[in-house]
């Protein structure tokens, strides 16, 4: 062995080495295939919810100006409706913008910010937490929308649906008294 191969093979492999973990690095943009998707999912989700609501508008317009079709049965049920749209499309902005920070770079205009703000997360388990909460907003919402139609055909339905507001309103004092001791 020629004394003068060893450090030759030793700068080879320490410039594979660094083009690997180059290559390794700039493999974190495969995020982006996420979170392009979801922030244009989020913005389809907005322009639908907004139209929706709008549409509510009309129609209510229509009812007092003109007498049209009878809301009262379907405005309750389509604001509700709306608004679960709008948590969803947050709840992909959030995971968007949250994907982004914790795997390709910072985001400075969140950085200085309130800490706790939803699109300001530090590790994936905060993301993580942060799309729960979101995601029980968006399945109470869901409930509230199933019960406005409910009929009752006999008093033990409800007592299922008190007990089902019940285990609702604890799960938001228990998400509560977490979110305190953040």
Do not use: C
């Not at 982006?32 to 549409?55: E, H, K, Q, R, T």
């Not at 985001?107 to 905060?126: W, Y």
């Not at 907003?137 to 009752?152: T, W």
């Amino acid at each position: 062995m020629q004394p003068d191969s060893r450090p030759e093979r030793n700068a080879i492999r320490g410039q594979l080495e660094r083009r690997f973990e180059a290559f390794l690095w700039s493999s974190r943009l495969m995020v982006l295939l996420a979170v392009v998707p979801a922030l244009l999912g989020a913005l389809v989700l907005f322009l639908i919810a907004s139209l929706d609501m709008l549409a509510v508008l009309g129609d209510t317009w229509r009812y007092y100006t003109t007498g049209g079709p009878d809301i009262h049965k379907s405005v309750v049920t389509d604001i509700i409706v709306a608004v679960d749209i709008y948590l969803i499309a947050l709840v992909l902005m959030i995971f968007g913008m949250g994907v982004y920070k914790l795997f390709v770079s910072r985001l400075e205009p969140v950085e200085g910010r309130d800490p706790n703000h939803p699109f300001n997360v530090h590790s994936l388990d905060q993301l993580k937490d942060k799309i729960a909460r979101v995601v029980i907003l968006a399945v109470i919402i869901e409930f509230f929308r199933a019960v406005v139609g409910i009929n009752f055909d006999s008093p033990l339905e409800a007592i299922y649906l008190a007990l089902s507001v019940l285990a609702l309103a604890l799960a938001l004092y228990l998400m509560a008294l977490a979110h305190k001791q953040e």
